[in-house]
T-cell receptor, first 112, second 113 residues
């Protein structure tokens, strides 16, 4: 049981490049989330998927898109990376609202 | 708008001390509250989850309490050890249509041998 996995662990992009962050969970969880963590700003929600087939914006969705590919996988895409998107990105999942939320190990992204 | 505050921002204690970390929130309409631990460069590990109807939860040397009416939660760590050094985050799940998890900015704990 791997829990929540994320790839890649590290990435360096140039301004304007695109990339997709991958997230998968093997716990049969219904809801999945993408957060970014910045020093002094805490964890902020980018997008979430309450259930397979649905996605909704969080606090800071601009510059990002998501896809809930199936129940297991939830990807985050940066279409045209900007230095302001340098951050640590975490994926999380939860079975139901009354349960604990589990986090992946994070992806450290630097945009130059 | 829900705001979650954690005090102190940083704490340094000698090994063996009992300590309390504080979390306060402005909107008492929460579904539950979760405490996490984050080691440097790592993801978040769930420590304790308290439902809005509960007053406390315990796991080993950790005890978390919840007073929803006053908007407060505390995390009590007994007999602290150097391995407890980490950042501790509390988060509340909103009881609204979003059911989002709102995080505090954390308390950075150092337990000195």
């Amino acid at each position: 049981n791997a829990g929540v996995t994320q790839t890649p662990k590290f990435q360096v992009l140039k301004t304007g490049q695109s990339m997709t962050l991958q997230c998968a969970q093997d716990m049969n969880h219904n809801s999945m989330y993408w957060y970014r963590q910045d020093p002094g700003m805490g964890l902020r929600l980018i997008y979430y998927s309450a259930s397979e087939g649905t996605t909704d914006k969080g606090e800071v969705p601009n510059g990002y898109n998501v896809s809930r590919l199936n129940k297991r996988e939830f990807s985050l895409r940066l279409e045209s990376a900007a230095p302001s998107q340098t951050s640590v990105y975490f994926c999380a999942s939860i079975l139901r609202l009354a349960h604990e939320q589990y986090f992946g190990p994070g992806t450290r992204l630097t945009v130059t | 708008k829900q705001e979650v505050t954690q005090i102190p921002a940083a704490l340094s204690v000698p090994e063996g001390e009992n300590l309390v970390l504080n979390c306060s929130f402005t909107d008492s309409a929460i579904y539950n509250l979760q405490w996490f631990r984050q080691d440097p460069g790592k993801g978040l590990t769930s420590l304790l989850l308290i439902q809005s109807s509960q007053r406390e939860q315990t796991s080993g040397r950790l005890n978390a309490s919840l007073d929803k009416s006053s908007g407060r939660s505390t995390l009590y760590i007994a007999a602290s050890q150097p391995g407890d050094s980490a950042t501790y985050l509390c988060a509340v799940r909103q009881r609204d249509s979003s059911y989002k998890l709102i995080f505090g900015s954390g308390t950075r704990l150092l337990v000195r041998p």
